[in-house]
């Protein structure tokens, strides 16, 4: 019997294991993981069964809340931790689909991962480079499903590059807090265009000076960053039932959908109908 059976619903792939099932290597263990599961508007409560850790990454912004924490905002292309054996935690948005992966875990190698490069528990941490955290949760999924015996030290290293790149994330954050900020309002606000004056004079910087920081922070201008963000929702929203392109062109803050769809053809390589 294989490690995990993969099971494939409509706008993602979910890999779930075998929930009681023993540990093939006690050293590390993954009882569950979810690659991009697509999430109609409204939340999620989860109440912890398991002694294990959950690690969340949300594609997309979403409310976070937990017993005796207040609520808190977290951006797109953010990961949370958490016990679950902490708290039950409610999670999700209310007016708009979500996306979001998750891995659950438990082991004395992942109680390693964490002990050398620490992570705050229920804070949203950014994810300097989203593709190569995609990669880590794609080679996790693929050597669950397609082994009948895991490899331990092969899983060890994909959650180590993933568990790394959220500590340096959080140093990222923790080094410039106003760039934080910035990218969380970027991502709140993906119906419009953004007045890159205006959000440079709120952090008390020059146009200029905000563009060079926000680039040395997350790797892109503040226009392209939002731009990738926008076009990255509006592909969730074309896999909504019901939703025709001049919505979501709407949707994600474009006048028309001839101006949308030329966007959207430049980001995807094929346009919305297509893509869809």
Partial sequence: MPASQPVRPAGGTVYTATWYRRAADPRLHIQAIGVRKDMPA???TYRGRHRCWQLMIFHDPVRLSAAGCP???VPAQSAVLWSLTQRPAW????RQPWSHSWVLVTGSMWDGLLAACP?????PLPLPQPGAAALCLNGLALELSSQRQPDADILCCHLAILVRQLHRGAGAANDDRRM??????????LDRHI???????????SVRQFSRCFVAAWGLTPQAYHLQARLAHAAGLLRQPGMTVAEVA??????????????FSRWAGVPPTRFR
């Fill in 42 to 44: 409204g939340g999620f």
């Fill in 71 to 73: 609520e808190v905002e």
């Fill in 91 to 94: 999670y999700g948005h209310l």
């Fill in 119 to 123: 992570l705050p528990l229920l804070t």
């Fill in 180 to 189: 934080w900020w910035a990218r969380s309002h970027l991502d709140q606000h």
């Fill in 195 to 205: 007045d890159l004056a205006v959000l440079a004079r709120d952090q008390g910087m």
């Fill in 250 to 263: 709407r949707q994600v803050g474009y006048a028309d959908g001839f101006t949308f769809s030329k966007a």
